[in-house]
């Protein structure tokens, strides 16, 4: 393509206002960006043969009226196939703005040995196997304990126990829906409320799926409570091991 010429229908095109421009195209000015692609790669396997027949098959495929086309590409001083690409930066304002693309946050982590919060929350000691990681998100902090490294059972400290649905099982069926995204016969769930001290358990299960959440509500506050998810397969392991865990957490 020849810069100098491209620039020079540029510079014609600009002098005109666009409304008046957009006003006398031929064709839908959004068949144009398809057009251009269709003879880019068009002319990347075959060399122009000083004529439309490239853009005259595309308007045979798109049902185009291709002598009202190519009278127009005329009157822009355009005689062939590649010189119908001169005209692209000219339908530039059909593209959108581009909008720049959000700055991810800086993610920070840490692990302790120990944690007091400012709603009641205390552990004065991780026992291993146990992880105590706190994620500084967006000045946010998210607190995850870890059964052992590479094990799928986390256990993240969460604010505000919904106290008013302790017994609402729907609404706990609900959770594990919403937070597995996974196709459920509502009949295949199952929510059990085990034993344990000075806490109240919920256990919400699936027969058919691998997820299980556990939620841990302390029976002195509801400032705070415990989730945790593990797999179906050593969910009662994780449990013993946690409610281990639990004799060192103060309110």
């Not at 059990?192 to 299980?212: A, G």
């Not at 593990?230 to 409610?243: A, C, I, N, P, Q």
Request: glycine fraction near 2%; hydrophobic fraction near 40%; proline fraction near 4%.
């Amino acid at each position: 393509m020849e810069k100098v010429k491209r620039k020079r229908v540029l510079n014609q095109l600009a002098k005109k206002d666009l409304a008046e421009f957009r006003k006398v195209l031929p064709i839908s000015e959004s068949v144009f960006p398809k057009l251009f692609d269709f003879l880019d790669n068009q002319l990347s396997e075959q060399d122009c043969q000083d004529n439309f027949a490239i853009a005259g098959k595309f308007c045979e495929k798109h049902n185009i009226d291709k002598q009202l086309l190519f009278d127009w590409l005329h009157e822009q001083g355009q005689a062939c196939d590649c010189e119908i690409l001169n005209l692209q930066d000219a339908f530039e304002y059909l593209k959108p703005p581009v909008t720049k693309t959000p700055v991810k946050a800086a993610i920070k982590k840490q692990k302790l040995n120990s944690l007091t919060t400012d709603f009641g929350f205390r552990i004065d000691r991780v026992t291993s196997p146990w992880i105590l990681t706190e994620t500084l998100l967006e000045e946010k902090s998210i607190y995850t304990f870890q059964f052992g490294k590479g094990t799928d059972c986390i256990v993240s400290l969460e604010a505000s126990f919904p106290a008013e649905q302790i017994f609402n099982d729907r609404y706990w069926l609900d959770l594990w829906i919403e937070e597995t995204n996974l196709d459920h016969n509502i009949e295949d769930l199952v929510v059990e409320r085990p034993e344990i001290d000075n806490y109240t358990c919920i256990l919400v299960k699936s027969k058919n799926w691998i997820p299980v959440f556990y939620f841990f509500r302390n029976n002195l506050t509801d400032k705070w409570f415990l989730k945790m998810r593990t797999v179906l397969s050593r969910h009662k392991g994780d449990f013993k091991e946690f409610s281990k865990l639990l004799s060192n957490i103060h309110v």
